[in-house]
């Protein structure tokens, strides 16, 4: 058996994709189970390859075969890319850390000023809300307090334990006649 440099650039592709599917179970790393299952066909798939055409004899590759660790590559590139943004460093100050709620409400623009008036806003649509709530976890408590908010978006919030949220669904609960949510 013979192995030819095109079969070894089929072996660094698969080991590629294999550490795309290791940096996976990283803390700050959230691939889906969909993709992190299609790394590993991937990875499963150019080293079998490589190891089944290591085997014949004559094998033509094509000249596009020296490109495909550039796939694997720009998806780890990514994923730095998207585990550094995520990382924050805390805040710190007189009075401790603050909440990262906290810190994005901090950003005053027109479109957090827009986004906070849809999440408070009682023409706002269930689906706006559910999304404004399930994107932006620093109006969750905005989301909980508005009347449109349906009550299945509610009992999601409430399942986060957060103090403020809970406050907004137990003082909406009390305005209105409805059944509220459980907060257990």
């Known amino acids: 058996m013979h192995w030819s440099a095109e079969e ?7 080991l590629l994709f294999l550490v795309v599917v290791a940096s996976s179970f990283l803390s700050r790393v959230e691939l889906t189970p969909v993709s992190r299952t299609a790394f590993a066909i991937g990875a499963v798939a150019f080293t079998g390859a490589a190891a089944l055409l290591a085997r014949i004899e004559d094998v033509l590759f094509p000249a596009l075969l020296w490109a495909a660790p550039a ?37 005053d623009t027109p479109a957090s000023r827009a986004l906070a008036a849809r999440a408070q806003s009682p023409r706002s649509t269930e689906h706006e809300l559910a999304q404004i709530a399930w994107r932006h976890a620093h109006l969750r408590a905005a989301v909980a307090a508005n009347p449109a908010t349906p009550a299945a978006v509610l009992e999601w919030l409430a399942t986060h334990g957060d103090p403020e949220i809970n406050a907004a669904i137990a003082g909406r609960a009390s305005r209105s006649p409805g059944p509220a949510p459980s907060l257990a």
């Open 8 to 14: 070894f650039v089929l072996v660094i592709t698969g």
């Open 71 to 107: 796939v694997p590559l720009l998806i780890l590139a990514v994923i730095a890319r998207d585990a550094r943004r995520k990382v924050a460093p805390p805040v710190t100050g007189g009075q401790g850390v603050r909440r990262a709620s906290t810190l994005a409400a901090a950003e």
